[in-house]
T-cell receptor
Framework: AQSVTQLGSHVSVSEGALVLLRCNYS??????LFWYVQYPNQGLQLLLK??????LVKGINGFEAEFKKSETSFHLTKPSAHMSDAAEYFC????????????FGAGTRLAVHP | GAVVSQHPSWVICKSGTSVKIECRSL??????MFWYRQFPKQSLMLMAT?????????EQGVEKDKFLINHASLTLSTLTVTSAHPEDSSFYIC??????????FGPGTRLTVT
């Protein structure tokens, strides 16, 4: 069975500081990996995804993530945090089979302070 | 990605009544849709997979007779919470199974059962 672990339910950074949100997964088949962002009382917006190919994936709003198979990790980073980045971030995994069921991590709430 | 709408965005109902939530794919033919529920400060839990023209597939532990799903067209799936109780109060989010392994999420519906 697949699962996702997000280390740190809350992360707080200063504006302009590096953002690092951690995600580890388990999967018995090659995974597809996703990061989503959720603003209060809204649905989810895709930040980036890894399916195949280049392991460093660039997404929207300056975010990127690197798929590391040896570490079963897919950490999300952004060099310089902005106040508007404050939100809930979810890492998700689906298998590379034909069915696109997503398994979500518990989420990490990112706070950005001046 | 596709534009997905949900209606209503917020609903309050009395215990014992039923409520229907609509999920519409506005610009993408949605053969498959997903329904999630999200409790406050928690992650998304997949409830069921809705396939156009066929019966939904429910996740383990989800009562199919309580959460009725109908996916009669390529643009509309509905979730009906029957005989709602306060413990059914939650944020319900639908998504459309899209292209390139992406899911397109609706904005969510907040259900409060009094």
């Amino acid at each position: 069975a697949q699962s996702v672990t997000q280390l740190g339910s809350h992360v707080s950074v200063s504006e302009g500081a590096l953002v690092l949100l951690r995600c580890n997964y388990s999967s018995s088949v090659p995974p597809y990996l996703f990061w989503y962002v959720q603003y209060p009382n809204q649905g989810l917006q895709l930040l980036l995804k890894y399916t195949t190919g280049a392991t460093l994936v660039k997404g929207i709003n300056g975010f990127e993530a690197e798929f590391k198979k040896s570490e079963t990790s897919f950490h999300l980073t952004k060099p310089s945090a902005h106040m508007s980045d404050a939100a809930e971030y979810f890492c998700a995994v689906s298998d590379s089979g034909g069915y696109n069921k997503l398994i979500f991590g518990a989420g990490t709430r990112l706070a950005v302070h001046p | 990605g596709a534009v997905v709408s949900q209606h209503p965005s917020w609903v309050i109902c009395k215990s014992g009544t039923s409520v229907k939530i609509e999920c519409r794919s506005l610009d993408f033919q949605a053969t498959t849709m997903f329904w999630y529920r999200q409790f406050p400060k928690q992650s998304l839990m997949l409830m069921a997979t809705s396939n156009e023209g066929s019966k939904a597939t429910y996740e383990q532990g989800v009562e199919k007779d309580k959460f009725l799903i109908n996916h009669a067209s390529l643009t509309l799936s509905t979730l009906t919470v029957t005989s709602a109780h306060p413990e059914d109060s939650s944020f319900y989010i639908c998504s459309v199974d899209g292209e390139r392994r992406e899911q397109y999420f609706g904005p969510g519906t907040r259900l409060t059962v009094t």
